[in-house]
């Protein structure tokens, strides 16, 4: 995903899902199985809708990388150096993405 991090919009993650998906010549059936989430919560995730748990198992599923996100480095390990990085707070960061601290501390922890 080439989108500054700054400017990522749940309807832009799930537009890159999207790409992504079309680009491995998945099905969404195929994604969800894959992810072990349900059909619903693929579209939903593409529409830019969910939660976090699904998003990373999607994510995994689809061996998918963020710009900056190095070859063998986790979603959760790139996130926190990028957070760090633009010296944001875990606070800062859940303000930003409208998510719980827990919820970012389980994806840094993944």
């Known amino acids: 995903m080439n989108v500054p991090f700054s400017l990522v919009t749940p309807t832009a993650l799930g537009a890159e899902l999207r790409r ?33 748990a699904p998003l990373v198992q999607v994510l995994q599923a689809l061996e998918h ?11 959760g390990r790139w996130l926190a150096r990028e957070r ?18 827990p919820s970012v501390i389980q994806i840094e922890r993944n």
Not at 35 to 47: G, H, M, S
Not at 65 to 75: A, N
Not at 84 to 101: F, I, P, T, W
């Open 20 to 52: 992504a998906r079309r680009a491995r010549k998945l099905t969404q059936k195929d994604l969800a199985s894959r992810a072990a989430i349900d059909l619903a919560t693929v579209a939903n995730l593409e529409a830019g809708r969910g939660t976090v």
């Open 84 to 101: 760090h990085r633009r010296g944001y707070s875990q606070e800062v960061l859940c303000r930003m993405a409208d998510l719980s601290k």
């Open 65 to 75: 990388r963020f710009s900056y996100q190095l070859p063998d480095e986790g979603l």
